[in-house]
């Protein structure tokens, strides 16, 4: 049998078992290692004896494998990211942040579920984990919703979908997991996600408020505020922009020259920054506890399905998987943005049955390369591609596109990771009615997506600044 067919076979059974309610991480790892072996025992011969010789191999590459990549210097970014929006939690910039915007757009139609999206996107711009920016703000947005009539409902519903945006703005984990996996720089992708990040949740605002003028009583909005009480929100908010400011100061140097540090330094900087405010805020040490001990959880979430995955990736490699998608899909006779279309399509659908960094690890392998194909290769120049843009700027439109699939996919179900986490967060309410309230957001993200398909500008202006 080619390895081909063994590598289609393996994964078809992979995908099998997850849908069946296996975790990614170690259907992946166990998929990768059977593959592996499978592979090098038709190299060797289908004989018992070379069977013992196909699986010390196999063992090899899959022990080696892992450790090699996820002892990057890259990937220290996550628990980093990770833990600036738990420190941010405790130094209370989170309730700053919510009151904030509560005073500034509350007087809208639906202007305290405005307001809550824009303080989760702002809390976002100091947290790497939609996970957290949604349990957090469950805590904070949704009683004051309830208090002014909002329907429960609808009101997880926007914290779930407002938690999404993390993925988008940096600093984003899943960001710099796609690079990791794409061999991009980091500090463009992180830069490259701020733009859609701000329109994405411009769209949330604006379907809010169209709803709250079609249907009554559905967001009433919350005024009263004076402009005097509204400037002297601001302060208690702005330690948000000076934390961002550092961590982009030390990706790109916008005064120009050199920055002066790595996206690490900058993310453990940004880290640092936080903690002292945290402490300066009074937080104590259980609580110091508590944000190391989530960070941590969170952080070895990640790093085990990157783990898992990568075993597999290793496996695709000697399948020659990847190679053979691109090449079916570069020979298919239709427009490639028409098959980028298809490809973001089923992204939603594998996005019903797999958590998102999952989907992104599994698939980016072998969808990463049929897309750079469709373009026109690595090295093709903004003249002769497919998506009138140069390589380099067409890994960074592709990685956005597909990141927000996957916050798509943080709150479709029946996993949207999302949605269990606030009914988690709260006793009053179920799975199913997260669910319910999320839905409209649907219609918000596929327009963001069709928007940033049809406008690559929003997605590269930032980054070809940095070049």
């Known amino acids: 049998m080619e390895p081909i067919d063994i590598g289609i076979i393996v994964s078809i059974g992979m995908l099998i078992t997850v849908v069946l309610g296996m975790r990614v991480a170690f259907a992946a790892a166990m998929a990768g290692l059977v593959g592996l072996v499978w592979i090098f025992w038709a190299k060797f011969g289908y004989n018992p004896d070379k069977f013992i010789k196909a699986l010390v191999v196999s063992v090899k590459i899959a022990g080696q494998v892992p450790h090699s990549k996820v002892s990057s210097q890259a990937l220290s970014l996550i628990p980093t990211f990770i833990l600036i929006g738990y420190l941010a939690y405790y130094a209370g910039l989170t309730k700053a942040l919510f009151e904030a915007a509560k005073r500034w757009v509350g007087w809208l139609p639906g202007g305290m579920a405005v307001a809550t999206v824009f303080a989760t996107a702002g809390f976002a711009a100091v947290s790497g984990a939609s996970v957290a920016t949604a349990a957090v703000f469950a805590r904070i947005a949704i009683p004051e919703m309830l208090k002014v009539g909002y329907d429960k409902r609808f009101a997880a519903g926007v914290v779930a ?59 009433p909005p919350v005024g009263g505020f004076t402009w005097g009480e509204r400037f002297k929100s601001l302060p208690p908010a702005a330690p948000i922009a000076f934390v961002v400011f550092i961590i982009i100061f030390f990706i790109y140097n916008p005064f120009g020259g050199d920055a002066w540090g790595t996206p690490t330094e900058g993310g453990a900087l940004g880290a640092f920054v936080v903690f002292l405010m945290a402490v300066y805020k009074g937080m104590r040490w259980t609580e110091l506890k508590d944000a190391l001990l989530e960070t941590a959880k969170l952080a070895v979430m990640i790093f085990t399905i990157i783990w898992g995955v990568l075993i597999y990736v290793r496996f695709l490699g000697f399948a020659d998987l990847p190679g053979a998608f691109a090449e079916w899909i570069t020979s298919l006779h239709q427009a490639p943005m028409l098959t980028l279309v298809y490809i973001l399509l089923a992204y939603a659908v594998l996005g019903m049955f797999m958590d998102a960094i999952g989907m992104l690890l599994l698939t980016l392998p072998v969808v990463y390369p049929a897309v750079m194909a469709l373009n026109g290769g690595e090295m093709v120049s903004a003249a002769d591609s497919a998506f009138g843009m140069s390589g380099p700027m ?37 799975v199913q009615d997260v669910f319910v309230g999320v839905t409209p957001f649907f219609i918000a993200d596929a327009i963001t997506i069709a928007t940033l398909v049809a406008f690559p500008s929003i997605v590269l202006w930032l980054p070809s600044l940095a070049s």
């Not at 960074?396 to 269990?420: D, Q």
């Open 161 to 219: 979908a407002g938690g999404t945006l993390a993925s988008l703005i940096p600093p984003s984990a899943i960001l710099v997991i796609y690079a990791i996996i794409v061999e991009q720089d980091v500090g463009k992708l992180l830069l490259a996600g701020f733009v859609p990040g701000a329109v994405s949740a411009l769209i949330y605002g604006i379907l809010i408020v169209g709803l709250a003028l079609v249907i009554p009583n559905f967001g």
């Open 394 to 430: 067409c890994a960074i439109w592709f990685g956005i596109l597909v990141v927000k699939m996957a916050e798509f996919c943080l709150i479709t179900p029946p996993i949207g990771l999302n949605c269990f986490v606030v009914a988690g967060v709260r006793d009053d309410l179920s």
